[in-house]
DNA sequence: TATTGTTATACTCTATAACTATA
DNA sequence: TATAGTTATAGAGTATAACAATA
């Protein structure tokens, strides 16, 4: 029987390609890179105990993110505070952060219901429900190292 | 009204990693990059009539499809022929070759049965579909260069 | 000894340019 | 001149290792 299967990544990759120009494009547009956007949005829905904690929330690299700290609290968008543990930063996002991160984010969303326009409304809302738990299961693979 | 929506991105992206490791240890299995199985998925299913048609087929770049291609063809899996117009390569993908193919596209699948097993079936399914739907808008919003 | 933030280094992937041979 | 295949080079993104300060 031959396997008329598509290999996911073939439709995946294109997709987070297409995704990742949007939010470079958004992102740049406030001279922000994506991932310094990512930092922003998570450390305003939750303030981080320390910079590790947030790169481990992030699925992000440790040392990456000193730089991009640094760009984020020189402009203002974000605070570095010693943390009762003095080795640690706490860390939050300022007012400008905030707003900041939400022009972006709009923009974002406007640039995924532009690129998935060819899809009805419930095949949209299926899609972002049954990504939200794909991605989900990914991380969770990657945790425990169990993939194949 | 507070936006809830997550990113498409936070969910694809972790999405495509797991993917990628997946395709990464079955291609390397036989000894070949997850392009290199590529190329073979593609020219098995229909051979090409140029490196250059291949590479728009698998928005790859043709530079790079060289050293792919001198692999694949120095192990046997795919033949270069000279095409009527003489600065072309028919490119074909041999017995050999689309055996591997075909055991490589058979862990791969596994793999991403295993890796998305906590979906129900008719949810896979959906996923399977929309994500198509979705990957052929990011492949023509790639060629039109209209996002955003 | 282990962990946090930090810096420096090396490696992979990708993008761009340039060369040749054919058309 | 334009295009195919090829090669070489440069850049971004990422991973790894080392260091000082603190626990």
Redesign the interface.
Known sequence: MP?D???????????????????D??AGAHGLT?WQY?VL?VVAAQPSGSQAELAARL?YSRNRLVADLDVLEARGLLVRRPGADRRTNELAATDDGVATM?AI????????D???S??ADD?RA???R??????????Q??ETRE??
């Open positions: 396997d299967r598509v290999d996911l990544l073939a439709s995946v990759l294109p997709l987070a390609k297409a995704l990742r120009r949007i939010e494009a958004a994506m990512a949005l699925d939400r984010q709009a923009a974002i969303h406007a640039g995924e532009d690129l998935l060819v899809l095949d299926e899609l972002d049954l990504l939200r738990l794909a991605g989900q299961a990914a991380r693979a990657r993939v194949v």
